[in-house]
């Protein structure tokens, strides 16, 4: 989830900074302030940082040091009893603003459709790991639902379990990402590890769907694949559209997040990466460790701003911490995640 009111509020300021017409620093980051909730809202609750992957685009891979860890049921109920679902008449105000602001309506099917319609009511349950190793997520997922949210996470099919698929589907679970990045094995395994392969996902997925259809569950099937800018991508996502045409999955091409470490940096389609970052004021990311972080990129958890085991939520989204980074992140302060490992524009580049 994310603040769609703030969303909302700061969008006029968004586009009059690209303009050039705010040239007051301090008024802006005042006026970012006071359109801010007081109550905080959870972006994402990475309840494992667990994943058996070697994926070529993950920082994980090669520069995550953080020790392994998964969060307990108890710590993950904490985090939920202290949020609140989005009221229906906001909702209704929202999805009135994405169609007048971004022209997408809500029976679209894109990657910004994603991004505005889903990302924006549910809680993310996955960050640096794979959810489908979190053998609490069953509990995890129902825990959402008996509180009235909608859940989502990504993950990796060849890391299904049927079993507890089955589960988390009859718990509620209300969306799930299966990424595929080749209809061919050997270049599946190139770029997620040999942990992967397409062959083996794909007819899991297709078992998947016949149980969803069986037993009449709601939840939706995700299928993207990441832009990685490689040559042969086009085709093959043309294969794995065909392959599950007449099925009952939600399917799109997916920008790659971040891109900042790559050589080969390819841009976005995604308004979400086009847009300037509002996290600090939007969103705030549990770890597995029960870290309160500034986002879910932050993979080392470099900026921690509060532990969630020994404060509230709202104590650490209103405390000093949070109050320092806001600043920080404005400021364009040297030395930080933000400043130097990140592709989203930062509102401070815009108003400088």
Known sequence: MFDIDFYMKSYDVMQDARAGKIKDKEKVLALLESMRNKEPIVYNIETTNACNMRCEMCPRTTMMTR?????????????????????????????KFVQGKYGIKPSDMSENHFFLYIIPKVIQLHGYGDPLLDKNMGKCVKLLADKGFHSYF??????????????????????????IESVDDERHKAIRGKASNFTDSYNKILKILDLKKEKGFKTTIVITMLDLNKDWQKEDFAKLKKLFEGRDVYIYMKSEDQQWYREDYHGTNSVHWSEFCKHPWMSMTIKSNGEAAMCMEDYNNEIVLGDAFKDSLYDIWNGRKYEQFRRDHFDLTKGIKCTEECDMTLIGELVK
């Open 154 to 179: 990504s993950c990796n099919p060849a890391n299904i379990d049927i079993d507890r698929t089955i589960e988390m589907f009859g718990n509620g679970l209300d969306y799930i990402k299966y990424s």
């Open 67 to 95: 020790p392994i860890e998964t969060m307990s049921i108890e710590m993950f109920k904490r985090i939920v009893d202290q949020l609140k679902p989005h009221k229906k008449e906001k909702w209704q105000e929202w999805e």
